[in-house]
């Protein structure tokens, strides 16, 4: 198959572009610089910057007849009280994790839609089911992706495309050094400086970035999507169903204890 992955400079993105170039797969890696791999090309490219992305799927078809799977990783993380947070902080993660992807599927799409097929995966996260304490505006963008996805199954369906989710847990990358830090102002800062020392060790305990590469691989061996699909540690992904079955208060109180807010 022919796949582009975006966000393949490092963590989960380098990890599955070398996974499926050993695999055979022709692969090409979309990130803002490039990198060196013999198991994959690196195309440097700032997604959020449409005419570098349609330059980029330009340079890909000039050697491939097809784009079988896109999947759209480039994205960033944000932290910070609600209260804090800044318009241009915020635009630009949303600039990033929501309109960057968009750009790429709509960058692919004309050339799967002539091949009568296509596979987009859109990295989500289980945050953005919910909203997450310091994390409102991560959670977010990624539920905005979310919906978009939905959306997209419908109106690209006809041509054999499938789109969906894939929300992750936390996983052991170098994340915590690329996120957006907001100042975060005195009635917050004893509170957050707790809950983000507790969420850099769940990324330090977090599951290994090679098995999110064999969920995907099972994943795209899969005729049919369903909409959104959920990896990470059981303690994590319960908190999906959690959220729908139990009264609100309960919820809350679960997250604040989770959280170490109670």
Not at 60 to 77: C, F, P, Q, W, Y
Not at 185 to 211: C, I, Q, R, W
């Amino acid at each position: 198959m022919t796949i582009i992955i975006t966000g393949t400079s490092s963590g989960i993105g380098f990890v599955l572009a070398e996974y499926f170039g050993k695999k055979g797969h022709k692969v090409y890696g979309l990130s803002r610089k490039h990198t060196e791999s013999q198991y994959f090309r690196s195309i440097p490219t700032d997604v959020t910057d449409n005419v570098a992305v349609q330059n980029a799927i330009a340079e890909v078809l000039k050697t491939e007849s097809r784009i079988d799977v896109l999947i759209n990783n480039a994205g960033m993380g944000m932290v910070g009280a609600v209260e804090d947070s800044t318009k241009e902080d915020i635009l630009k993660l949303f600039n990033l994790n929501l309109v960057g992807s968009v750009q790429m599927m709509s960058a692919v799409l004309p050339k799967m839609r002539e091949n009568k097929f296509g596979k987009i995966i859109n990295i989500s996260s289980i945050g953005s089911e919910m909203g997450l304490p310091f994390r409102g505006f991560y959670s977010a963008s990624k539920s905005a992706l979310d919906k978009v996805t939905e959306a997209m199954r419908y109106e690209v369906y006809p041509w054999n495309i499938d789109v969906c989710s894939l929300h992750l847990g936390d996983i052991k990358t170098n994340i915590a050094e690329n996120r957006v830090r907001t100042e975060v102002s005195a009635p917050y800062k004893s509170v957050f400086d707790k809950v983000y020392a507790l969420m850099n060790s769940h990324v330090g305990d977090g599951t290994e970035p090679l098995e999110v590469a064999t969920y995907v691989e099972n994943l795209l061996n899969k005729n049919k999507w369903k909409a959104h699909y959920y990896f990470g540690k059981f303690g994590q992904k319960i908190g999906v169903p959690l959220k729908w079955i139990l009264p609100q208060g309960t919820y809350e109180n679960l997250m604040k204890k989770y959280n170490k807010l109670d």
